[in-house]
């Protein structure tokens, strides 16, 4: 037997910031649990792939590798994409287990990181009275996904905050600048954004010029290699090998 390995994936995108994030983040998983092996994989665009990391665990004696969705959603990469892609590489190497952990939202540490990101921004506890916050995600067409990112919503408006708009850069709207404009149409003084988002890309680089466009007073940065992310990781790991060992048991 050798120790679970903790596989990230990760979607993958053109923009080289994208990949740099990604491994920042779990160089911090690495750090706040030294001793297990965090490896990272891509969906596309970036390598290595799943399956090469997969086939190179394999090689070197892994007989379990916990893979873990960088995704906030349980959306279209999470129920479909990585479930296949796991599935071929569970037939060619049938000796090594690959369960697939939870995605990381919704989850508490996630609203702390986002919290994190914009008092870093320049918001301050007393601002929130006066301020309307936009939570900017990437976007879904998965009504599942788009009900968590409502909820979150509704959440963050009981934390003290005057207004709370939820916006998504693809797939459905409001856009980040119509729900700036709303909430300055209904007369709130200041507004911030905060991208629900984990990397920089394409899609949060549609919503920072969507929050410049409309004139937002504050602009967060995306979640990335925030302390409270990492330690999110290491939790979906180790609820991943309860389950596990769950059902090795039974």
Known sequence: MTHPTLLVIAHGSRDPRHAATVHALTERVRAERPGLRVETAFLEFNAPSVPR????????????????????TRAFHAKTDIPSVLREARARLPRLRVPQADVLGPSPLLNATLERRLREAGVRPGDLPRTGLVLASAGSSDPEAIAVIAEIARELRHTGWCAVRPAFASALLPRTEDAVRALRAEGVERVAVAPYVIAPGRLPDRIAAGARAAGADV???????APELARLLLDRFDEARVTVGASLSA
Request: charged share 20%; proline share 7%.
């Open 53 to 72: 990391v997969l086939e190179r665990l394999a090689a070197q004696g892994a007989d379990e590798v916990v893979a873990l969705p960088l995704l906030l």
């Open 219 to 225: 602009l967060a940065d995306v979640l990335g290699p």
